[in-house]
């Protein structure tokens, strides 16, 4: 149930802003979302479309902010630079996760990560055309 007094976010991570609780219909919430020129409405229970899934769902925000380096327990930072040297990508978050160079200092007020690693793969369909997870195969 989408509530006034919190904030939050589409399934694809964008921050919205709700401006209505009222509007008339099926779709009473009333919000736009971030980098969007345009109005969006949901349902009570945020959905954008009451058929399917879909990428402007909303979700409650948590706070789920990265600890930042200077806060890190030793393991962490020692796990951090031990993929820096293997040569692992690593993430700095400044406006947006962004690569670390290499030769640079990790600073105490930055938050860091390993990036994530992308899985692409393919999956064969049954007869029935549902997918077979079980021959799913990762390139």
């Not at 200077?70 to 040569?87: F, N, T, V």
Request: with cysteine.
């Amino acid at each position: 149930m989408i509530t006034k007094g919190k904030q939050y976010q589409t399934r694809n991570g964008r921050a919205v802003t709700i401006t209505k609780f009222d509007c008339a219909g099926d779709f009473p919430i009333l919000g736009q979302v971030e980098d969007r020129n345009t109005y969006y409405q949901w349902t009570n229970e945020g959905r954008n479309n009451t058929f399917m899934k879909d990428p402007l769902d909303l979700f409650e925000v948590h706070d789920t902010a990265p600890l930042l380096f200077g806060d890190l327990c030793d393991a962490d930072k020692g796990a951090l630079l031990l993929a820096l040297h293997e040569g692992d990508e690593v993430q700095m978050l400044t406006y947006c996760w962004q690569v670390k160079t290499p030769n640079t200092v990790f600073n105490d007020d930055v938050a860091y990560r390993i990036a994530p690693t992308r899985i692409a793969g393919t999956v064969e369909v049954d007869a029935d055309g549902q997918p077979d997870f079980e021959t799913w195969v990762t390139t």
